[in-house]
């Protein structure tokens, strides 16, 4: 029996003719996600991806590490790095698995039923996006869904694609110990978390 895959959708919120509009229909035809709302444009988690969202700084020192990863955003003071969908019904189960249970509470996900800011793609003019610009940008944009290449992290052997998939254990426990360091760095200087600090995350601390 053949499976029917619906059509992405793109925001029926955008007005027609609007650069909204025309960013979510890139968003349907290039890499095949839904789109909703507009001023800014939203990206719909739980069909085509999740996010893994963390504090800024945070974010950053996982990207310094190496650390494989799908596409990544940065919306304000948060950044969002991609995964499958359903990672974020995994995060609660890896994060105890992994021994970081509630000492890294900045590592959050945004699952089914939720929506992340919409970037403008590369090539959108500067300015393209009706409300969001400069609230959201692609530090690592997504590829588009015809080029060969890693897909999502995912957990390996638990609906993955395989072997080049970026590994979703990994990438969740660089998050947690860069969300723990920046808390602690934090906390020493009486700084809130959140509150990007120059430097804070390349602090060493006392663990690896």
Do not use: I, K, N
């Amino acid at each position: 029996m053949t499976r029917t895959v619906p059509q992405p959708r793109s925001s029926p919120d955008a007005a027609p003719g609007s650069a909204d509009a025309a960013l979510a229909l890139r968003y349907a035809r290039e890499l095949g996600w839904a789109t909703a709302g507009r001023g800014p444009l939203h990206l719909l988690t739980g069909e085509s991806f999740d996010v893994l969202e963390v504090p800024a700084e945070a974010g950053h020192a996982v990207l310094r590490r190496g650390v494989r990863t799908g596409p990544v955003l940065l919306s304000g003071t948060r950044m969002g790095l991609l995964v499958a969908a359903g990672g974020a019904d995994e995060l609660p189960g890896l994060l105890d698995w992994l021994e970081w249970g509630p000492l890294a509470p900045d590592l959050t996900a945004v699952g089914a039923g939720g929506r992340v800011t919409a970037p403008p793609l590369p090539g959108c003019p500067e300015g393209s996006t009706e409300g969001s610009t400069g609230a959201a940008v692609w530090l690592r944009p997504p590829e588009p869904r015809q080029t060969p290449g890693p897909a999502l992290p995912a957990l390996a052997g638990f609906g993955s694609s395989g072997g080049d998939a970026p590994d979703l254990v990994r990438l969740v426990d660089a998050a947690a110990t860069e969300c723990h360091r920046v808390r602690l760095s934090h906390a020493r200087t009486g700084v809130p978390t959140g509150v990007p600090t120059r430097g804070g995350a390349g602090q060493p601390l006392a663990f690896s």
